[in-house]
């Protein structure tokens, strides 16, 4: 069996399918239809290789190492219950775009709707093949991401822009829950693996976490799945395009937390606390939603609410636990995903050619759209439970497990509660296909009374899922039934259960007597609330009032935001004296709080005297500090000021025998010195006196507390023995990293991951300088009274000299870059030495004149070396995965060319060009973001200097 297809069944619409759909726009709506629909086919058919055997009980792994001392690893698991769920993803997919086609209006960006699917697509197969748990909460966050974009794709709508924050805050919040919940089962379990975690059921609900882990994961599942209380974010989510609604909110999206509930029973299942909560939460949800779904004057609010009914069946199936109970809800989730996706794409029909979805205009369209109304009577009967369809067979179950697993008046009451859930289950489907197709002639407020029916393409897909209605519900153990007890060996991990037969009669039984009730209690229902066409005027808003969740959860925000503000006004004053103020304040009681119990006296270790330039150091050093003081109100004198203090902790770093750190240090504090001096041309050269005589004693008291507290704590750690781990980087430094500069191997190898991490820190650090100084100059002005400071062309002479320095500095950037492995240097100092080269060149021949020299103009090319430096450093890290190492791991040789001789070459050194470019690009882009003369004031004209 092919293991490596699983990446790629995801990779598929995540890479490809976003690329060709962007990319296919500028043929035609039909090539980006096309694209979209040949990966999401592909994807399903790389999934059926694999089915026969899946579901025969194969399980299929495969692990790539990222980070294994984390337990983080790109982990993929295939078994039935996620074979099951991907086909419907894939499946249903294929069909949504395919109706989406015909479905959009041309004026609308259809590949901007795709390209979003896409990206859906892929998280949602991603939850489903993950087989570690964070790798499951990644893409389980970018389904909520990708939903909000989709729900809010019609972005000028108020109601789509109010329904998609609506459901990214439910869901998020229900996401940083799941967070919590998988941090703690990993602490528990000592792993992230899934198929490991299962195993674990008794070490898992024995410990002392486990109840938080059971109350955060449901957390998780049921803002996911729409369950009560967090069920109203999915109506509000009804202002997106159909084909989203069909897609996410029947088949994929409100399914996650479904699948969350699947995946991880075998360590829940047993406990009762797991089984109370979700039996209660399922089964109250399935008759609230089902309640109110009767009064929604929208086809798509009432399919909304029929979608909450249903999940809250499933959810209370999983509740129970049993593997006949887990089979039922395996199976309803099939179903429900075949006519709840088919209804939602008939109500865009209805839509489409009627005008309206409002059920108060809607009537006799049976004259004019009778194979849409054919098509609606048999998704609208499979919803209901009707019998010789799915529906029926999946609710008959529901009922049979119900009783069986249940007893005394809690049995009672459930089997009460789940028959009249079946009640307004059959109300709100009859008042589906009656409000619309009957129910009178038709509607004098249907804005188009020449409907007619849609194009074949728009109408097959339903009919597709429709016709599988039929066949299921009259041929289940030949179609469904294999494949249900698959899953369900899946699920509970009870590869002992021998199945469920799925039959079309079971006998006279209870479960029969309570869906005959059901279903003439429905009909009972609707004509009795229909007669007089009373249904259309009933308002449930008003007796609910206040008690709503769409308007509690306003309510709630508009509390928050208030008292944030108000926390805001307090706090946010403008004065960075009040800032530093609270941040030192709130740093010192940090910090104390854990040492106020600890020993906090001086260690044991044995003192040494200090050296006599080690006190020289520390008088310059204080000298600067006690200057800086002194001078800290003139902004030239206060940046030099902070150069000198730079250019001790230099010479600190080369007295403690640190090159590297000493190169480092010297380079940063002329580039950053140079920046500041720049910066402040925007600025006044005082800054204003902002203290009373009080407050200057209040912050000298902060200061010295902030100091003598640092410095104590510096005496703590240095008069105390500790064990170092640089015993293990010396070792290692030439046979794992393959260079004999320790600090340089750390940093491009052992810890090349945070090396990475710090450059696209610095990378979005200039781009977002280059954000805010747009439409700035960096020039004084008669207003700030600043420096007339420019990069006027410099005296012939020194611009003559600047010509020698620049080929001078580049050559000194290549040595210390090539020497960087095995002696001082590096890419981070041979990129700052290029820098300041090319500021000198900026300073000599002017800012314009050099940026034409360069072919930099407005800082274009220095965001393209952020850029490509990441993309160079980033390829790297990923090269080793070719070869089964973890990321960034370095290889290293030693070869002998002509000429050259011998040399040693590491992998490394290709992260280092990366590191050298960005820092580069990083540098100069912000130095010529303060410098450029493009940029138009905002405060007058600008003297020249």
């Not at 964070?134 to 974009?149: A, H, N």
């Not at 829950?177 to 008794?202: H, K, N, P, S, W």
């Not at 935001?561 to 926390?567: A, G, Q, V, W």
């Amino acid at each position: 069996m092919d293991t490596s297809v699983l990446p790629i069944i995801i990779f598929l619409p995540l890479v490809l399918g976003t690329f060709l759909v962007s990319w296919l726009k500028q043929f035609s709506r039909g090539a980006t239809a096309l694209g979209a629909i040949g990966v999401s086919i592909s994807s399903l058919a790389l999934l059926l290789t694999q089915a026969k055997e899946v579901f025969n009980g194969h399980t299929v792994i495969q692990t790539w190492t990222w980070l294994p001392q984390l337990g983080l690893d790109f982990s993929f698991r295939l078994d039935a219950l996620g074979l099951l769920f991907a086909l419907l993803i894939s499946g249903i997919g294929t069909l949504i775009y395919i109706y989406a086609y015909f479905y959009l209006s041309p004026k609308n960006s259809l590949s901007k709707l795709y390209f979003l699917l896409m990206l859906f697509m892929a998280a949602m197969l991603g939850i489903s093949l993950s087989n570690n748990l964070m790798l499951l909460l990644v893409f389980w966050e970018l389904t909520s991401i990708s939903s909000f974009l989709l729900v809010g794709y019609w972005s000028n709508y108020e109601a789509a822009q109010r329904g998609s924050r609506m459901a990214l805050t439910i869901t998020g919040m229900g996401g940083l829950c799941l967070l919590g919940a998988f941090i703690l089962l990993g602490q528990v379990t000592g792993t992230y693996q899934i198929d490991q975690i299962l195993g674990m059921r008794e070490q898992i609900q024995s410990h002392a976490l486990f109840v938080p882990i059971l109350l955060l994961t449901l957390m998780g599942a049921f803002t996911k799945s729409a369950q009560f209380p967090f069920h109203f974010w999915l109506p509000n989510a009804m202002a997106a395009p159909t084909p989203v609604s069909a897609y996410l909110h029947s088949a994929t999206m409100v399914k996650a937390g479904i699948f969350l509930l699947a995946r991880l029973l075998p360590i829940f299942a047993g406990a009762a606390l797991y089984h109370n909560i979700v039996t209660f939460v399922g089964l109250f949800t399935l008759c609230m939603a089902a309640f109110f779904a009767i009064f929604k004057e929208d086809l798509k609010g009432l399919l909304a609410y029929s979608t909450i009914s249903h999940l809250g069946l499933i959810v209370c199936l999983l509740g129970i636990g049993s593997p006949l109970a887990v089979a039922a809800a395996i199976f309803h989730i099939i179903n429900h995903a075949t006519f709840k996706a088919a209804l939602f794409m008939i109500a865009g029909i209805i839509d489409h050619e009627s005008g309206t979805r409002d059920l108060r205009k809607l009537s006799g369209l049976w004259q004019l759209l009778p194979f849409t109304a054919t098509l609606t009577m048999i998704t609208a009967a499979s919803m209901a439970g009707v019998p010789l369809t799915n529906g029926f067979l999946s609710k008959e179950m529901f009922f049979t497990e119900l009783l069986a697993n249940l007893s005394g008046p809690v049995m009672i009451g459930a089997a009460v509660t789940a028959t009249f859930a079946g009640i307004f289950a059959v109300a709100y489907s009859i008042r589906l296909v009656h409000g619309v197709f009957f129910d009178g002639p038709i509607g004098k407020d249907v804005p188009n009374k020449d409907a007619h029916e849609p194009p074949f393409g728009m109408r097959a897909p339903a009919a597709l899922l429709a016709v599988l209605c039929i066949l299921v519900g009259i041929l289940p153990a030949l179609l469904i039934e294999k494949i249900v007890n698959s899953t369900t060996q899946a699920s509970t991990q009870n590869f002992a259960f021998e199945g469920v037969h799925i039959a079309l009669w079971h006998g006279f039984n209870l479960p029969l007597l309570m869906s005959a009730i059901a279903l003439l209690g429905g009909i009972a229902f609707y004509f009795s609330l229909a007669k007089g066409s009373r249904i259309r005027h009933i308002d449930l808003d008003p007796v609910l009032g206040k008690f709503q969740g769409r308007i509690l959860f306003d309510l709630f925000l508009k509390h928050l935001l208030l008292n944030s503000r108000k926390f805001k006004r307090a706090t946010e004053n403008g004065s960075l004296q009040s800032y530093l103020m609270w941040i030192v304040l709130f740093s010192i009681a940090l910090t104390a709080w854990p040492l106020a119990s600890q020993g906090i006296g001086t260690g044991t270790r044995e003192l040494t005297h200090a050296p006599a330039m080690a006190i020289v150091l520390w008088l310059l050093l204080f000298s600067a500090c006690w200057m800086m003081l002194w001078f800290h109100h003139e902004r030239i004198k206060a940046v030099l000021i902070s150069g000198a203090v730079g250019l001790v902790v230099t010479m600190v770093f080369i007295c403690f025998s640190a090159p590297d750190l000493a190169l480092t240090q010297i380079t940063v504090d002329v580039v950053t010195t140079v920046l500041l001096l720049m910066s402040l041309s925007l600025l006044p050269q005082l800054t204003p006196y902002e203290s009373s005589i009080s407050r200057r004693w209040r912050d000298a008291l902060i200061a010295i507390a902030g100091g003598a507290g640092i410095a104590w704590i510096t005496w703590l750690i240095l008069t105390r023995d500790h064990n170092s781990i640089s015993w293990f980087f010396l070792q290692q430094s030439i046979p794992l990293g393959g260079g004999t500069n320790v600090v340089n191997v750390i940093l491009v190898d052992f810890r090349g991951f945070d090396t990475f991490g710090e450059i696209t820190v610095l990378g979005i650090a200039a781009i977002g300088a280059l954000c805010m100084m747009d439409g700035m100059r960096a020039h004084g002005t008669t207003i700030t009274q600043g420096l007339t400071y420019r990069f006027n062309p410099s005296p012939l002479m020194f611009r003559i000299t600047a010509s020698w320095v620049l080929p001078l500095a580049l050559v000194v950037s290549l040595y210390i870059f090539l020497r960087g492995h095995n002696l001082p240097g590096g890419g981070f100092i041979a990129g700052l030495i290029t820098s300041l080269a090319l500021v000198i060149q900026y300073i000599a021949l002017g800012q314009d004149q050099a940026e034409r020299l360069l072919r930099a103009k407005s800082g274009r090319l220095y965001e393209i070396w952020i850029g490509t430096g990441l993309v160079i450093a980033g390829l790297t890290g990923l090269g080793s995965w070719f070869w089964g190492r973890p990321f960034l791991t370095s290889a290293h040789i030693h070869m002998h060319l002509p000429i050259l001789g011998d040399m040693h070459l590491a992998s490394a050194a290709l992260f280092d060009v990366g590191v050298y470019v960005t820092v580069v690009g990083a540098t100069m882009l912000m130095i010529s973001v303060l410098g450029d003369s493009r940029h138009t004031s905002m405060s007058g004209p600008v003297p020249r200097g």
